[in-house]
């Protein structure tokens, strides 16, 4: 596609319940971001792949988050026993490789945790 | 670490005119770029302007253009003929230009919003 597809674009979930979501990055871009938007807040890192490299996963903000990058392309971002402050938008970005190529960013997944 | 900073969580202008939005940050590095992107209520985040660390010339993009400060780690935007359609949040973000992590490190975004 021609940018960056994310879904599902809403996802309400019971607390306690497995949600994940999927991040179509746009094609040949080597790095991919995860960014979580809390209301009102700015965009927090999640987690980030390059190429065949070790994602770092500095900014997952528990155990309960995980995300792996299958054959360099699609991303998914997987939440366990969901709780209700992990409501938020999650944004995707990709990038194509080399220090000064921009970020595209997907529209992004809110979720709502009930 | 990085820290953006964005201390105006709102800001309101008249249509057609100038209106200039603050962001500061805090680095050890001296190879960077700065940004200035857009998010509408599509969610979407649009890039708006760059600007490489190492360029003293400030980037300029059309109606966008940026005052960078670096001594004072400081990164503004100014709108000029400002229209309906520049009503959305903006977010300063940082980035490094060199190490194996080159994450956006975002500021807590600023609210605009466009009078008629």
């Known amino acids: 596609g021609a940018g960056v597809s994310q879904s599902p674009s809403n996802k309400v979930t019971e607390k306690g319940k497995d949600v994940e979501l999927r991040c179509d990055p746009i094609?040949?871009?080597?790095?991919l971001y995860w960014y979580r938007q809390s209301l009102g807040q700015g965009l927090e890192f999640l987690i980030y792949?390059?190429?065949?490299?070790?994602?770092?996963k500095s900014g997952l903000p528990s155990d309960r988050f995980s995300a792996e990058r299958t054959g360099g392309s699609v991303s998914t971002l997987t939440i366990q026993r969901t709780q209700q402050e992990d409501s938020a938008v999650y944004l995707c970005?990709?990038?194509?490789?080399?220090?000064?190529?921009?970020?595209?960013f997907g529209q992004g997944t809110r979720l709502t945790v009930v | 670490a990085q820290t953006v900073t964005q201390s105006q969580p709102e800001m309101s202008v008249q249509e057609a005119e100038t209106v200039t939005l603050s962001c500061t940050y805090d680095t050890s590095e001296s190879d960077y770029y700065l940004f200035w992107y857009k998010q509408p209520p599509s969610r979407q985040m649009i890039l708006v302007i760059r600007?490489?660390?190492?360029?003293?010339q400030n980037a300029t993009e059309n109606r966008f253009s940026v005052n960078f400060q670096k001594a004072a780690k400081s990164f503004s935007l100014k709108i000029s003929d400002s229209q309906l359609g520049d009503a959305a949040m903006y977010f300063c973000?940082?980035?490094?230009?060199?190490?194996?992590?080159?994450?956006?490190?975002f500021g807590k975004g600023i609210t605009l919003s466009v009078r008629p």
């Open positions: 094609s040949g871009h080597t790095a």
């Open positions: 973000a940082y980035r490094s230009r060199t190490g194996a992590n080159s994450k956006l490190t």
């Open positions: 970005a990709s990038r194509f490789r080399g220090s000064n190529t921009e970020a595209f």
């Open positions: 600007q490489e660390a190492y360029k003293q």
């Open positions: 792949f390059q190429g065949n490299s070790a994602p770092d």
